[in-house]
């Protein structure tokens, strides 16, 4: 954000808010971002081998394990089942290169 006020020529003492210099150099939001470099991992762990080493280590929860108190940590697995739901985007999708790129694509405004 540091980079984006300084090319707008402001700084934090001018008390303008993240959102409208996001607006004014036309960047897509951040949180879209990170669900858009979410999904491009998954699509790239589906289209590997099931037996490859990334996708059992990262998949694959360790059962049996006692958690702590209070409310149980957001896994991966349950962001990405999020983020699929809320773009409305088909799991088996993934195994198509170019049809994923273009269904997590996120346009700069």
Avoid: Y
Wanted: net charge positive; glycine share 4%.
């Amino acid at each position: 954000m540091r980079m984006l006020r300084w090319s707008c020529g402001h700084t934090r003492q001018d008390r303008i808010r993240n959102d409208d210099i996001r607006d004014r150099l036309g960047v897509a939001p951040i949180e879209e971002k990170i669900i858009q470099n979410r999904l491009r991992w998954f699509g790239h762990l589906q289209r590997r081998p099931p037996e490859a080493p990334v996708r059992t280590r990262i998949i694959r929860r360790i059962e049996n394990t006692r958690r702590g108190r209070g409310r149980p940590r957001l896994t991966w697995d349950e962001a990405v089942k999020r983020d699929l739901k809320e773009w409305n985007i088909a799991k088996e999708s993934a195994s198509d290169r170019t049809a994923w790129k273009l269904a997590i694509h996120v346009p700069e405004p």
